[in-house]
């Protein structure tokens, strides 16, 4: 149980243009779905927090215009690099918050989207 | 948001017993500690998470000593595909609402 998963795995795309990636609970419902950004040699850092239904919460540095969010449902968010350009190349990682018997939430992570953008 | 302290980097052997310490001085009541793995270009993957004392699953242990204030992932018997970066985060979802990762500690088994 607890299967996250991210759609494409890799996406090559030309500057300018824009970039859906996809994040969906397989066998549970997410309130929360979070979004991380990984360089390479570095840690995740978190870009925002998507709750379903609602906006989505932005970390600070985060340009909710250039990276759009929407979570739909409770087992689907999209992030949606829009006018990608080199500099947004980057692994990124959506996680889903599930709830366990005693009540503790925990993440569980999809395994990454890598985008390059030429 | 609890800050955590882990070790950059370590090197053991194959069939080693390996433990990752993380120190976490600010930990809240609520808070718990949950560990992942991660491999190169993949998602973290869960470990294990725990509250107090000790938790062990089919992969591993966690021990939290009384105080909260650190932990430590045990890893039995490593093997070489046990290489990998392993990151220890406390908070408490939903209240924290997120999550943030430190840098993890890199982990090197050798032939």
């Given at each position: ?57 932005y970390e600070q ?58 | ?16 017993e390996v433990n ?92």
């Amino acid at each position: 149980g607890a299967v996250v998963s991210q759609h494409p795995s890799r996406v090559i795309c030309k500057s300018g243009t824009s970039v859906k990636i996809e994040c969906r609970s397989l066998d549970f419902q997410a309130t929360t779905m979070f979004w991380y950004r990984q360089f390479p040699k570095q840690s995740l850092m978190l870009m925002a927090t998507s709750n379903e239904g609602s906006k989505a919460t932005y970390e600070q540095g985060v340009e909710k215009d250039k990276f759009l969010i929407n979570h739909a449902s409770l087992t689907l968010s999209t992030l949606t690099v829009t006018s990608a350009h080199p500099e947004d190349s980057s692994f990124y990682i959506c996680s889903a918050s599930r709830t366990s018997g005693g009540g503790q939430e925990t993440q569980y992570f999809g395994p990454g989207t890598r985008l390059l953008v030429l | 948001l609890a800050k955590t302290t882990q070790p950059i980097s370590m090197d053991s052997y194959e069939g080693q017993e390996v433990n990752i310490t993380c120190s976490h001085n600010n930990i809240a009541t609520n808070d718990y500690i949950t560990w992942y793995q991660q491999f190169p270009s993949q998602g973290p993957r869960f470990i294990i998470q725990g509250y107090k004392t000790k938790v062990t699953n089919e992969v591993a242990s966690l021990f939290i000593p009384a105080d909260r204030k650190s932990s430590t992932l045990s890893l039995p018997r490593v093997s070489l595909s046990d290489t990998a970066v392993y990151y220890c985060l406390v908070g408490d979802i939903p209240r924290d609402d997120k999550i943030i990762f430190g840098k993890g500690t890199r982990l090197h088994i050798l032939p």
